[in-house]
Nanobody, 115 residues
Framework: QVQLVESGGGLVQAGGSLRLSCVAS????????MGWYRQAPGKQRELVAT???????NYADSVKGRFTISRDNAKSTVYLQMNSLKPEDTAVYYC?????????WGQGTQVTVSS
């Protein structure tokens, strides 16, 4: 059972930046999929970005060019750098880990972007 703890959320003005962190309870070196998902009020949870073994990244069209996912295996940590934030990025952001699809989830961190 991998436990994931997110941090770094908060309130930011449109155009600003935040960096989310997700620390895993065990080494992520052998974890194929690490990712970030988000859920806005009244909407379904959606993919934001995924990283497969540090080699292949995938982004939602809505965040391409603004968000960057990265992992530090030595620190068992995955990051999501979010730049040029927009009000529509407001959501609870969840860290996830798994093989081909997410199996383990964090508790989420709130990101609120004001206009």
């Amino acid at each position: 059972q991998v436990q994931l703890v997110e941090s770094g959320g908060g309130l930011v003005q449109a155009g600003g930046s935040l960096r989310l962190s997700c620390v895993a309870s065990e080494s992520i070196f052998s974890i194929n999929l690490m990712g970030w998902y988000r859920q806005a009020p009244g909407k379904q949870r959606e993919l934001v970005a995924t990283d497969r073994r540090g080699r292949i990244t995938n982004y939602a069209d809505s965040v391409k060019g603004r968000f960057t996912i990265s992992r530090d295996n030595a620190k068992s940590t995955v990051y999501l750098q979010m730049n040029s934030l927009k009000p529509e990025d407001t959501a609870v952001y969840y860290c996830a880990a798994g093989v081909f699809t997410p199996t383990y989830w964090g508790q989420g961190t709130q990101v609120t972007v004001s206009s």
